[in-house]
């Protein structure tokens, strides 16, 4: 037989709004009074009915997620942030994939909303706001993670993108470093962002900036591994030479790690390198990989804490954005 909460109210003599206040995490019940009620919850194994819940109140308890990937590292680590804080506040987390899809994105955004989440995070591929515009305003309060489309209006958690760029590039031209190659990713806002620091960084440090040592790595047919170790061949056969390497990714810098040393060249002393991204991987590869670290459990965290203000009905102000820096790692592949 299903245990309702009014049958641990009867059975302990206690009212339901006090049963409820315990199963809600409120403080002002006392210990013992808390103690015996979890001790009585977990002897009947009782479990809320979120659904009844939800028709009484109008809050489902669940905060939906749609991420572009469920294998990228950094909205893993996002995710994990997210996941952290939200189930402290009582709150579930309905992830979904757009699979850097923008109709996979539109498909998952409307049934996300179907369901009557309480708030939607998004991490969005789409390349123009009209998709956002069109949805209007919804009960659930929208909040935009690590990309949005340009020109949209909305809360906004995410990395100062420019400055992943700058540490990369400034750290090589402390270790001296004067020939910088940069491997771009995507055609993407933030990629254009990190491009724009790798320029201001070589401008600061009087380094040339030499065409032929960007490559659009994030053009190239293969896995991006590959296509690091493919590049860095490439370059290796131009008449500049680089002696310093930065990349889109970590990935694309352990591709290159590895066709500088299979060309005999010494990583860091002959060519140095540098990801983006620190993947626990990485750090005990035979070359450990310096690199800039995102810092996503903290985009997590952070986006968490701003929808749940949302929630709680305090002040917010409008359209909030909230920006973190990147570090800068030093390993073996770039300390000279």
Partial sequence: MTVRLKDIANDLNLSKMTISKVLRGQTDVSPATKARVLQRVKELNYRPNISARSLRTGNTLS??????????????????????????????????????????????????????????????????????????????????VDRKPPSFAAHFVGLRDQDIGYVAAAHLAEMRCRKLAYLRGPRTAAADLRWSGYRAALSEFNIPFRPGLVVDAGEMARNEYQRGYDTMCRLLEGRVKPDGVMC????????????????????????????????????????????????????????????LRTLSGKEVAPDRNILLSPRMVVRRSSDR
Avoid: W
Wanted: proline share 5%.
């Fill in 63 to 144: 905060i939906g997620l749609v991420i572009p990937s469920l294998s990228n590292p950094f909205f893993a680590d996002i995710t994990r942030g997210l996941v952290q804080t939200m189930r402290t506040a009582g709150y579930g987390l309905l992830i979904s994939s757009s699979e850097e899809d923008p109709e996979i994105e539109r498909h998952e955004i409307e049934l996300q909303l179907s369901r009557q989440v309480d708030a939607l995070i998004v991490a969005s591929v789409q390349e123009s706001s009209e998709f956002f515009a069109a949805l209007g305003q919804q009960r659930a309060p929208l909040v935009l």
């Fill in 248 to 307: 889109y990714s970590d990935l694309l810098a352990l591709g290159v790690i590895d066709a500088a040393l299979e060309k005999n060249l010494r990583v860091p002393e002959d060519v140095s390198v540098v990801g983006c991204g620190d993947l626990p991987s990485t750090r005990e590869t035979r070359v450990p990989l310096s690199s800039v670290n995102l810092s996503g459990e903290e985009v997590g965290r952070r986006t968490a804490k701003l929808v």
